[in-house]
């Protein structure tokens, strides 16, 4: 049986595998998928993909040691 908890902006009781961790309205809140989807605007993601330069990788070239 999976652990259920509240979405902290509807209420709903929702799998807590289900609930996304995000930063809504200024606060980190745990909320359900319909959430996430109705509240875009209001979500700010914490770790979004960076739009400017991808996939910058440090170098593992032996001379970078």
């Given at each position: 049986?999976a ?24 606060r ?38």
């Amino acid at each position: 049986m999976a652990v259920m908890r509240r979405c902290e902006n509807c209420g709903r009781e929702t799998p807590i595998y289900r609930l996304a961790g995000v930063i809504l309205d200024g606060r980190i809140a745990e909320i359900c998928p319909r959430c996430v989807s109705t509240e875009a605007e209001r979500i700010e993601v914490p770790y979004a993909p960076r739009t400017d330069q991808g996939a910058i990788q440090p170098s593992t070239g032996r001379e970078a040691w």
